[in-house]
Protein backbone atom coordinates (compact mmCIF):
# COMPACT_ATOMS: atom_id res chain seq x y z
CA UNK A 1 0.00 0.00 0.00
CA UNK A 2 2.44 2.38 0.80
CA UNK A 3 4.58 1.98 -2.34
CA UNK A 4 1.28 2.36 -4.17
CA UNK A 5 1.10 5.50 -2.60
CA UNK A 6 4.99 6.79 -3.19
CA UNK A 7 4.35 5.37 -6.85
CA UNK A 8 1.40 8.04 -6.94
CA UNK A 9 3.49 10.99 -5.12
CA UNK A 10 6.03 10.34 -7.57
CA UNK A 11 3.82 10.61 -10.37
CA UNK A 12 2.22 13.40 -9.56
CA UNK A 13 4.95 15.41 -8.73
CA UNK A 14 6.65 14.46 -11.86
CA UNK A 15 3.41 15.56 -13.84
CA UNK A 16 3.82 19.21 -11.54
CA UNK A 17 6.83 19.29 -12.61
CA UNK A 18 6.68 19.27 -16.66
CA UNK A 19 3.90 21.33 -16.39
CA UNK A 20 6.23 23.98 -14.57
CA UNK A 21 8.70 23.75 -17.09
CA UNK A 22 6.09 23.78 -19.99
CA UNK A 23 4.72 27.16 -18.75
CA UNK A 24 7.96 28.68 -18.68
CA UNK A 25 8.88 27.91 -21.39
CA UNK A 26 6.11 29.26 -23.42
CA UNK A 27 6.41 32.54 -21.37
CA UNK A 28 9.67 32.67 -23.06
CA UNK A 29 8.31 31.79 -26.59
CA UNK A 30 5.89 35.48 -26.33
CA UNK A 31 8.35 37.18 -24.54
CA UNK A 32 10.75 36.57 -27.29
CA UNK A 33 7.94 36.96 -29.81
CA UNK A 34 6.38 40.11 -28.68
CA UNK A 35 10.39 41.91 -27.81
CA UNK A 36 10.97 44.61 -29.55
CA UNK A 37 13.73 44.13 -32.44
CA UNK A 38 16.57 46.75 -31.98
CA UNK A 39 18.14 47.33 -35.52
CA UNK A 40 20.38 50.18 -36.78
CA UNK A 41 20.51 51.14 -40.79
CA UNK A 42 23.69 48.15 -41.67
CA UNK A 43 21.02 45.56 -39.75
CA UNK A 44 18.07 46.41 -42.05
CA UNK A 45 19.32 46.09 -44.93
CA UNK A 46 21.05 43.09 -44.37
CA UNK A 47 17.03 41.67 -43.81
CA UNK A 48 16.17 43.10 -46.68
CA UNK A 49 19.02 41.73 -48.85
CA UNK A 50 18.33 38.66 -47.65
CA UNK A 51 14.33 38.30 -48.28
CA UNK A 52 14.05 40.71 -51.03
CA UNK A 53 12.18 38.90 -53.61
CA UNK A 54 13.40 41.16 -56.43
CA UNK A 55 16.89 40.98 -55.08
CA UNK A 56 16.25 36.68 -55.14
CA UNK A 57 14.97 37.15 -58.85
CA UNK A 58 18.06 39.09 -59.79
CA UNK A 59 20.40 36.84 -58.35
CA UNK A 60 18.28 33.50 -60.12
CA UNK A 61 19.18 35.67 -63.37
CA UNK A 62 22.88 35.30 -62.88
CA UNK A 63 22.11 31.60 -62.49
CA UNK A 64 20.42 31.33 -66.06
CA UNK A 65 22.71 33.07 -67.71
CA UNK A 66 25.74 31.37 -66.48
CA UNK A 67 23.97 28.42 -67.68
CA UNK A 68 23.17 29.26 -70.94
CA UNK A 69 27.13 29.99 -71.54
CA UNK A 70 27.58 26.47 -70.50
CA UNK A 71 24.97 25.47 -73.27
CA UNK A 72 26.43 27.43 -75.72
CA UNK A 73 30.09 25.73 -75.00
CA UNK A 74 28.84 22.56 -74.53
CA UNK A 75 27.83 23.19 -78.43
CA UNK A 76 31.37 23.12 -79.37
CA UNK A 77 32.51 19.60 -77.51
CA UNK A 78 31.98 16.65 -78.80
CA UNK A 79 28.75 15.43 -78.92
CA UNK A 80 27.72 12.01 -78.84
CA UNK A 81 24.51 9.82 -78.77
CA UNK A 82 23.67 6.34 -78.39
CA UNK A 83 20.92 4.60 -80.01
CA UNK A 84 19.99 0.89 -78.86
CA UNK A 85 16.79 -1.22 -79.18
CA UNK A 86 15.54 -4.62 -80.95
CA UNK A 87 14.58 -4.84 -84.78
CA UNK A 88 12.13 -7.77 -85.32
CA UNK A 89 11.07 -8.71 -88.97
CA UNK A 90 8.30 -11.03 -90.06
CA UNK A 91 8.35 -14.71 -91.70
CA UNK A 92 9.90 -14.66 -95.00
CA UNK A 93 6.29 -14.83 -97.06
CA UNK A 94 5.41 -17.70 -99.24
CA UNK A 95 3.79 -16.29 -103.00
CA UNK A 96 2.78 -19.81 -103.75
CA UNK A 97 0.73 -20.04 -100.15
CA UNK A 98 -0.75 -17.00 -100.17
CA UNK A 99 -2.63 -17.70 -103.65
CA UNK A 100 -3.06 -20.84 -102.60
CA UNK A 101 -5.10 -18.49 -99.32
CA UNK A 102 -2.73 -19.89 -96.77
CA UNK A 103 -2.04 -16.33 -95.04
CA UNK A 104 -0.70 -17.56 -91.93
CA UNK A 105 3.06 -16.43 -93.15
CA UNK A 106 1.57 -13.14 -92.47
CA UNK A 107 1.39 -13.10 -88.28
CA UNK A 108 4.64 -15.87 -88.31
CA UNK A 109 7.66 -14.16 -86.68
CA UNK A 110 11.02 -14.65 -88.34
CA UNK A 111 14.54 -13.61 -87.44
CA UNK A 112 14.97 -10.79 -85.03
CA UNK A 113 18.18 -8.02 -84.30
CA UNK A 114 20.01 -6.21 -81.81
CA UNK A 115 20.05 -2.53 -83.09
CA UNK A 116 22.76 -0.73 -81.20
CA UNK A 117 24.61 2.63 -83.11
CA UNK A 118 26.78 5.13 -81.69
CA UNK A 119 27.17 8.31 -83.66
CA UNK A 120 29.92 11.17 -82.63
CA UNK A 121 29.80 14.43 -83.86
CA UNK A 122 31.76 17.98 -83.81
CA UNK A 123 32.47 20.88 -85.03
CA UNK A 124 35.82 21.79 -86.01
CA UNK A 125 34.98 24.71 -87.83
CA UNK A 126 31.95 27.63 -87.79
CA UNK A 127 33.64 30.49 -89.04
CA UNK A 128 33.79 31.87 -85.76
CA UNK A 129 30.12 31.75 -84.60
CA UNK A 130 30.27 29.71 -82.08
CA UNK A 131 33.12 31.88 -80.49
CA UNK A 132 30.66 34.40 -81.41
CA UNK A 133 28.32 33.07 -79.37
CA UNK A 134 30.00 32.41 -76.52
CA UNK A 135 30.89 35.74 -76.33
CA UNK A 136 27.43 37.00 -76.62
CA UNK A 137 25.93 34.83 -73.71
CA UNK A 138 29.25 36.09 -71.61
CA UNK A 139 27.98 39.61 -72.45
CA UNK A 140 24.50 38.75 -71.36
CA UNK A 141 25.96 37.61 -67.67
CA UNK A 142 27.50 40.29 -66.85
CA UNK A 143 24.42 42.27 -67.63
CA UNK A 144 22.66 40.01 -65.33
CA UNK A 145 25.32 40.93 -62.77
CA UNK A 146 24.95 44.37 -63.55
CA UNK A 147 21.61 44.05 -63.01
CA UNK A 148 21.81 42.23 -59.85
CA UNK A 149 24.15 45.06 -58.38
CA UNK A 150 21.13 47.72 -59.24
CA UNK A 151 18.56 45.94 -57.76
CA UNK A 152 21.03 45.78 -54.57
CA UNK A 153 21.56 49.37 -54.68
CA UNK A 154 17.77 49.69 -55.06
CA UNK A 155 16.85 48.00 -51.79
CA UNK A 156 19.36 49.70 -49.89
CA UNK A 157 17.90 53.09 -51.04
CA UNK A 158 14.35 51.74 -50.44
CA UNK A 159 15.41 51.00 -46.84
CA UNK A 160 17.52 53.90 -46.06
CA UNK A 161 14.16 56.11 -47.21
CA UNK A 162 11.88 53.94 -45.18
CA UNK A 163 14.19 53.67 -42.19
CA UNK A 164 14.80 57.72 -42.11
CA UNK A 165 11.13 57.90 -42.39
CA UNK A 166 10.47 55.98 -39.44
CA UNK A 167 13.27 58.77 -37.52
CA UNK A 168 11.65 61.45 -38.95
CA UNK A 169 8.10 60.54 -38.05
CA UNK A 170 9.38 59.38 -34.76
CA UNK A 171 10.80 63.38 -34.35
CA UNK A 172 7.77 64.62 -35.36
CA UNK A 173 5.52 62.51 -32.50
CA UNK A 174 8.52 64.35 -29.58
CA UNK A 175 8.02 67.32 -30.92
CA UNK A 176 3.98 67.05 -30.91
CA UNK A 177 3.84 65.58 -27.23
CA UNK A 178 6.68 67.95 -26.10
CA UNK A 179 4.21 70.79 -27.90
CA UNK A 180 1.33 69.03 -25.77
CA UNK A 181 2.98 69.21 -22.52
CA UNK A 182 3.84 72.92 -23.19
CA UNK A 183 0.52 73.64 -23.64
CA UNK A 184 -0.84 71.97 -20.73
CA UNK A 185 1.64 73.57 -18.40
CA UNK A 186 0.51 76.56 -19.97
CA UNK A 187 -3.24 75.84 -19.15
CA UNK A 188 -2.65 75.25 -15.68
CA UNK A 189 -0.45 78.40 -14.95
CA UNK A 190 -3.20 80.88 -17.24
CA UNK A 191 -5.81 79.12 -14.55
CA UNK A 192 -3.99 79.83 -12.09
CA UNK A 193 -3.93 83.88 -13.72
CA UNK A 194 -7.55 83.90 -14.21
CA UNK A 195 -8.42 83.34 -9.94
CA UNK A 196 -5.95 85.72 -9.14
CA UNK A 197 -8.04 88.08 -11.90
CA UNK A 198 -4.57 88.91 -14.37
CA UNK A 199 -6.33 87.37 -17.77
CA UNK A 200 -9.78 87.32 -19.14
CA UNK A 201 -11.77 84.18 -19.60
CA UNK A 202 -11.61 84.69 -23.34
CA UNK A 203 -7.71 83.86 -23.52
CA UNK A 204 -8.05 80.19 -21.21
CA UNK A 205 -10.62 79.68 -24.09
CA UNK A 206 -7.86 80.12 -26.62
CA UNK A 207 -5.22 78.44 -24.69
CA UNK A 208 -7.99 75.47 -24.92
CA UNK A 209 -8.69 75.52 -28.11
CA UNK A 210 -4.80 75.58 -29.16
CA UNK A 211 -4.32 72.63 -27.11
CA UNK A 212 -6.76 71.04 -29.03
CA UNK A 213 -5.31 71.62 -32.11
CA UNK A 214 -1.67 70.27 -30.49
CA UNK A 215 -3.55 67.03 -29.43
CA UNK A 216 -5.01 66.24 -33.36
CA UNK A 217 -1.50 67.27 -34.57
CA UNK A 218 -0.06 64.48 -31.88
CA UNK A 219 -2.22 62.31 -32.92
CA UNK A 220 -1.90 62.24 -36.66
CA UNK A 221 2.20 62.43 -35.83
CA UNK A 222 1.73 59.05 -34.21
CA UNK A 223 -0.88 57.83 -36.59
CA UNK A 224 2.27 58.35 -39.31
CA UNK A 225 4.84 56.87 -36.83
CA UNK A 226 2.72 53.67 -37.40
CA UNK A 227 2.38 54.02 -40.96
CA UNK A 228 6.41 54.33 -41.47
CA UNK A 229 6.75 51.44 -39.44
CA UNK A 230 4.57 49.25 -41.62
CA UNK A 231 6.42 50.22 -44.50
CA UNK A 232 9.86 49.70 -43.36
CA UNK A 233 8.53 46.25 -42.06
CA UNK A 234 7.13 45.87 -45.32
CA UNK A 235 10.25 46.55 -47.30
CA UNK A 236 12.51 43.95 -45.08
CA UNK A 237 9.76 41.33 -45.39
CA UNK A 238 9.34 40.55 -42.02
CA UNK A 239 6.06 40.98 -40.04
CA UNK A 240 4.36 44.23 -40.31
CA UNK A 241 3.92 44.17 -36.51
CA UNK A 242 7.11 43.83 -35.45
CA UNK A 243 8.11 46.36 -32.87
CA UNK A 244 11.38 47.99 -33.80
CA UNK A 245 13.57 50.31 -31.74
CA UNK A 246 15.92 52.03 -34.19
CA UNK A 247 19.36 53.33 -33.66
CA UNK A 248 18.83 57.17 -34.18
CA UNK A 249 21.21 58.34 -36.54
CA UNK A 250 18.82 61.35 -38.61
CA UNK A 251 22.15 63.58 -37.99
CA UNK A 252 24.05 65.88 -40.35
CA UNK A 253 27.13 63.84 -41.33
CA UNK A 254 29.48 65.84 -44.11
CA UNK A 255 29.72 64.50 -47.16
CA UNK A 256 32.82 64.46 -48.53
CA UNK A 257 32.41 64.17 -52.50
CA UNK A 258 31.96 66.83 -54.48
CA UNK A 259 30.05 66.96 -57.66
CA UNK A 260 32.75 66.58 -60.03
CA UNK A 261 33.55 63.54 -58.36
CA UNK A 262 30.44 62.35 -58.58
CA UNK A 263 30.03 62.85 -62.03
CA UNK A 264 33.12 60.92 -62.76
CA UNK A 265 31.91 58.12 -60.46
CA UNK A 266 28.71 58.14 -61.90
CA UNK A 267 29.88 57.30 -65.46
CA UNK A 268 32.50 54.57 -64.12
CA UNK A 269 29.93 52.56 -62.29
CA UNK A 270 25.93 53.25 -63.42
CA UNK A 271 25.39 50.16 -64.54
CA UNK A 272 22.87 51.60 -67.22
CA UNK A 273 26.47 52.40 -68.56
CA UNK A 274 28.50 49.44 -68.40
CA UNK A 275 25.28 47.64 -69.74
CA UNK A 276 25.51 49.81 -73.04
CA UNK A 277 29.34 48.81 -73.32
CA UNK A 278 27.95 44.70 -72.84
CA UNK A 279 25.07 45.68 -75.20
CA UNK A 280 27.62 47.27 -77.72
CA UNK A 281 29.57 43.63 -77.26
CA UNK A 282 26.49 42.19 -77.99
CA UNK A 283 25.49 43.75 -81.31
CA UNK A 284 29.26 43.52 -82.96
CA UNK A 285 28.81 39.86 -81.88
CA UNK A 286 25.59 39.45 -83.70
CA UNK A 287 27.18 41.16 -86.85
CA UNK A 288 30.07 38.62 -86.85
CA UNK A 289 27.52 35.64 -86.60
CA UNK A 290 25.61 36.80 -89.59
CA UNK A 291 29.16 36.75 -91.29
CA UNK A 292 30.11 33.76 -90.49
CA UNK A 293 27.60 32.56 -92.43
CA UNK A 294 29.72 33.41 -95.15
CA UNK A 295 32.03 31.16 -94.21
CA UNK A 296 32.53 27.59 -94.73
CA UNK A 297 31.44 24.89 -91.30
CA UNK A 298 33.11 21.98 -90.88
CA UNK A 299 31.88 19.34 -89.01
CA UNK A 300 33.12 15.89 -88.01
CA UNK A 301 30.79 12.72 -87.86
CA UNK A 302 31.51 9.13 -86.70
CA UNK A 303 28.71 6.77 -86.73
CA UNK A 304 29.60 2.72 -85.85
CA UNK A 305 26.76 0.26 -85.49
CA UNK A 306 27.24 -3.19 -84.27
CA UNK A 307 28.47 -4.69 -87.57
CA UNK A 308 30.25 -1.70 -88.83
CA UNK A 309 31.16 1.76 -88.91
CA UNK A 310 32.11 5.11 -90.60
CA UNK A 311 33.29 8.31 -90.15
CA UNK A 312 33.41 11.51 -92.56
CA UNK A 313 33.99 15.26 -92.97
CA UNK A 314 31.37 17.40 -94.16
CA UNK A 315 32.28 21.15 -95.33
CA UNK A 316 29.13 22.99 -96.09
CA UNK A 317 28.79 26.39 -97.73
CA UNK A 318 25.88 28.68 -98.66
CA UNK A 319 26.19 30.78 -101.64
CA UNK A 320 22.74 31.83 -102.29
CA UNK A 321 20.40 32.69 -99.68
CA UNK A 322 18.15 35.11 -101.41
CA UNK A 323 19.80 37.74 -99.70
CA UNK A 324 18.90 36.47 -96.15
CA UNK A 325 22.29 37.02 -94.85
CA UNK A 326 22.73 40.25 -96.08
CA UNK A 327 20.07 41.79 -94.40
CA UNK A 328 20.70 40.10 -91.12
CA UNK A 329 23.78 41.92 -90.74
CA UNK A 330 22.33 44.98 -92.00
CA UNK A 331 20.13 44.24 -88.77
CA UNK A 332 23.02 43.79 -86.30
CA UNK A 333 24.77 46.85 -87.91
CA UNK A 334 21.67 48.93 -87.59
CA UNK A 335 21.33 47.87 -84.13
CA UNK A 336 25.03 48.38 -82.67
CA UNK A 337 24.22 52.25 -84.44
CA UNK A 338 21.34 52.98 -82.22
CA UNK A 339 23.26 51.53 -78.81
CA UNK A 340 26.02 54.52 -80.01
CA UNK A 341 23.69 56.73 -79.81
CA UNK A 342 21.51 55.43 -76.66
CA UNK A 343 24.55 56.07 -74.65
CA UNK A 344 24.18 59.94 -75.00
CA UNK A 345 21.03 60.22 -73.90
CA UNK A 346 21.98 57.55 -70.80
CA UNK A 347 24.92 59.63 -69.92
CA UNK A 348 22.93 63.31 -70.16
CA UNK A 349 19.99 61.65 -67.96
CA UNK A 350 22.60 60.35 -65.42
CA UNK A 351 24.18 63.89 -65.39
CA UNK A 352 21.11 65.36 -64.64
CA UNK A 353 20.16 63.05 -61.67
CA UNK A 354 23.30 63.67 -59.98
CA UNK A 355 23.30 66.95 -60.20
CA UNK A 356 19.88 67.39 -59.48
CA UNK A 357 20.57 65.32 -56.43
CA UNK A 358 23.84 66.90 -55.45
CA UNK A 359 22.04 70.15 -55.43
CA UNK A 360 19.10 69.26 -53.26
CA UNK A 361 21.60 67.90 -51.04
CA UNK A 362 23.43 70.64 -50.59
CA UNK A 363 20.48 72.56 -50.13
CA UNK A 364 19.50 70.68 -47.36
CA UNK A 365 23.01 70.92 -45.83
CA UNK A 366 22.22 75.06 -46.12
CA UNK A 367 18.45 74.35 -44.37
CA UNK A 368 19.69 72.52 -41.38
CA UNK A 369 22.04 75.49 -40.16
CA UNK A 370 19.74 77.48 -41.05
CA UNK A 371 16.95 75.44 -38.57
CA UNK A 372 19.61 74.95 -35.68
CA UNK A 373 19.81 78.96 -35.59
CA UNK A 374 16.33 79.67 -35.58
CA UNK A 375 15.63 76.75 -33.01
CA UNK A 376 17.78 78.31 -30.63
CA UNK A 377 16.26 81.63 -31.24
CA UNK A 378 12.86 80.47 -30.97
CA UNK A 379 13.51 78.23 -27.43
CA UNK A 380 14.60 81.76 -26.19
CA UNK A 381 12.04 83.67 -27.50
CA UNK A 382 9.15 80.95 -25.86
CA UNK A 383 10.70 81.08 -22.70
CA UNK A 384 11.15 84.96 -22.61
CA UNK A 385 7.25 84.86 -23.71
CA UNK A 386 6.31 82.64 -20.84
CA UNK A 387 8.26 84.38 -18.08
CA UNK A 388 6.46 87.67 -19.24
CA UNK A 389 3.35 86.52 -19.12
CA UNK A 390 3.20 85.04 -15.90
CA UNK A 391 4.52 88.49 -14.71
CA UNK A 392 1.88 90.14 -16.68
CA UNK A 393 3.59 92.19 -19.33
CA UNK A 394 2.93 89.72 -22.02
CA UNK A 395 -0.09 88.33 -23.76
CA UNK A 396 -1.00 84.98 -24.31
CA UNK A 397 -0.89 85.12 -27.99
CA UNK A 398 2.59 86.22 -27.77
CA UNK A 399 3.09 82.98 -25.80
CA UNK A 400 0.84 80.89 -28.54
CA UNK A 401 2.84 82.66 -31.09
CA UNK A 402 6.24 82.07 -29.66
CA UNK A 403 5.50 78.54 -29.14
CA UNK A 404 3.96 77.59 -32.89
CA UNK A 405 7.09 79.60 -33.85
CA UNK A 406 9.54 77.10 -31.98
CA UNK A 407 7.25 74.00 -33.34
CA UNK A 408 7.88 75.64 -36.92
CA UNK A 409 11.32 75.37 -36.21
CA UNK A 410 11.79 71.93 -34.87
CA UNK A 411 9.65 70.51 -37.91
CA UNK A 412 11.71 72.52 -40.61
CA UNK A 413 15.13 70.50 -38.56
CA UNK A 414 13.59 67.29 -38.66
CA UNK A 415 12.80 67.55 -42.69
CA UNK A 416 16.22 69.37 -43.61
CA UNK A 417 17.90 66.46 -41.71
CA UNK A 418 15.56 63.91 -43.37
CA UNK A 419 15.97 65.71 -46.84
CA UNK A 420 19.99 66.19 -46.33
CA UNK A 421 20.37 62.68 -45.29
CA UNK A 422 17.70 60.91 -48.20
CA UNK A 423 19.42 62.86 -50.65
CA UNK A 424 22.72 61.73 -49.81
CA UNK A 425 21.70 57.88 -50.36
CA UNK A 426 20.37 59.05 -53.07
CA UNK A 427 23.80 60.39 -54.15
CA UNK A 428 24.98 57.37 -53.53
CA UNK A 429 22.59 55.05 -55.50
CA UNK A 430 23.19 57.63 -58.76
CA UNK A 431 26.85 57.42 -58.74
CA UNK A 432 26.00 53.31 -58.81
CA UNK A 433 27.88 52.81 -55.64
CA UNK A 434 26.12 50.37 -52.45
CA UNK A 435 28.12 52.58 -49.74
Not at 48 to 56: T, V
Not at 268 to 280: D, H, K, Y
Not at 397 to 416: G, K, M, P, R
Request: hydrophobic fraction near 40%; include cysteine.
Amino acid sequence: MRLKKNYFLGKVAFTLFFILIFLSASHLVIFTATSPMNLNLEASIKIALESNIGYKIAESAVDVSQAQIEEVKGAKKINMKVQGGYLQKSKILNEEAIEAGDYSDLFAIGQGSLILSISTTKILYSGGKMESLIDQAEANKQISLNDLEKEKQGVIYKVTEAYYQVLQTEGMKRVSAQAVKQMQAHLESSEALLKEGMIAPIDLNRIKSQLSNLEHNLIKAENGFELTMYNLNSIMGIDLNTELVLENNLSYEPCEINLEDALVQAGENRSEIMNIVQQRRIMKEMVDVAKSNRKPQVILRADSGTTSWQASIVAEYSFMDGGVNKAKIEQAETKLAQVDQSEKQVQQLIEFEVRSIYLNMKEAEKLIKVAEEGIKNSQESFRIAQVKYNEGIATNTEVIDAQSTLIEAETNHLNALYDYNINRAALVKAIGVCN
